[in-house]
């Protein structure tokens, strides 16, 4: 089965995994769902053409399933993934979501969070626990409960700068440096034997190295949205 996988971001040295929560689906995936039905659906049907708006009243309905959660999901999964390239305005205001005036800002901390390279460095953690906490009192299938004493850990260590994910075990992760592109990468290289095996992570010096991560700050694009900790409820 998938998993989440959890990297400490060292305040210098190599990126590595310290973590995994079992069942990538209940993570980023179950959250973008979660996203997707507050916020989109159904009322972004009316902005489909027919076609799709037939496809997704024909969605199949597996036993046990509630039909409108599957209608929701089969949109989502047109929109933003299968056909994406059909409808880029509205797949971009799914992912841009954080910037909306009316979404929580927990719900932003989470969403920024399960992006392709994104970095929580420590100032925002504690935001992302609280969120993580917020969200498991609501949906406890949630695969971050597992996640949030992981992310604890790393929030008391002196030597961690951060955390940041790959969002499931299935795609290969953004700190990894492959055989086939060690040169361009080789002043970010450190090797690891394991099991007579090499592996090779990319080495981060805090803050030096996020934009040449190709990385972004969770902090870039939450500037004044996380309210003083104190009003967190």
Aim: with cysteine; hydrophobic share 35%; glycine share 4%.
């Amino acid at each position: 089965m998938s998993h989440t996988e959890i990297y400490r971001i060292p305040n210098a040295g190599p990126i590595e995994i310290v973590g995994e929560a079992g069942n990538a689906w209940r993570g980023a995936m179950q959250l973008w769902d979660y996203i997707w039905n507050k916020y989109f659906f159904p009322s972004i049907e009316d902005e489909l053409p027919e076609d799709v708006k037939q496809q997704i009243e024909h969605t199949p309905n597996q036993e046990g399933k509630d039909p409108y959660e599957e209608k929701a999901a089969y949109a989502k999964i047109i929109i933003t993934m299968t056909e994406a390239s059909k409808f880029p305005e509205l797949n971009r205001r799914f992912w841009d979501v954080y910037k909306r005036n009316d979404v929580e800002w927990w719900e932003k901390v989470l969403m920024i969070a399960t992006y392709d390279k994104v970095m929580i460095l420590k100032p925002e953690l504690p935001a992302l626990i609280f969120a993580m906490q917020k969200y498991v009192a609501m949906r406890d299938t949630s695969n971050y409960e597992e996640q949030i004493p992981v992310l604890q850990q790393i929030l008391e260590d002196p030597d961690a700068a951060g955390v940041c994910f790959n969002q499931t075990s299935v795609c290969g992760d953004a700190w990894e440096v492959y055989e086939n592109n060690l040169e361009y990468n080789k002043t970010h290289v450190e090797e690891f034997l394991e099991d007579g095996e090499v592996d090779h992570y990319r080495t981060f010096e805090y803050p030096r190295d996020i934009k040449q991560y190709g990385a972004w700050d969770m902090a870039r694009d939450l500037e004044g949205v996380i309210p003083p900790q104190e009003e967190w409820i």
